[in-house]
Nanobody, 118 residues
Framework: VQLQASGGGLVQVGMSRRLSCAAS????????MGWYRQAPGKQREFVAS????????YADSMEDRFFISRENAKDTVVYLEMSSLKPEDAAVYYC????????????WGQGTQLTVSS
């Protein structure tokens, strides 16, 4: 199984950005997929997740600016649309995917760096 995250880069404060994560290696797709982030010197934190059926969860501080979605056709691509970006949103963003039949089995991508300049 591989998860390939992309879409990071340098963005100005107040702008928007969309991250993508493509998962491969499972013929039956994946269960819940989500995004986490880790800023320098901080622990990795949950950002948002979306179930195979489309139910979403967000970290309390991000629900009004971030939107997670999933490509229904394949259930293997997940997006994170971020708006009104702030300097504190700068981090490495990681995607995570769970096995369809066992939620305790999960996979991580390599991360994509987002830098927010003021």
């Amino acid at each position: 199984v591989q998860l390939q995250a992309s879409g990071g880069g340098l963005v100005q404060v107040g702008m928007s950005r969309r991250l993508s994560c493509a998962a491969s290696g499972s013929a039956i797709g994946f269960g819940t997929m989500g995004w986490y982030r880790q800023a320098p010197g901080k622990q990795r934190e949950f950002v948002a997740s979306i179930s195979r059926g489309g139910s979403t969860n967000y970290a309390d501080s991000m629900e009004d600016r971030f939107f997670i979605s999933r490509e229904n056709a394949k259930d293997t691509v997940v997006y994170l649309e971020m708006s009104s970006l702030k300097p504190e949103d700068a981090a490495v963003y990681y995607c995570r995917a769970h096995s369809v039949f066992n939620d305790r089995i999960d996979y991580w991508g390599q991360g994509t760096q987002l830098t927010v300049s003021s």
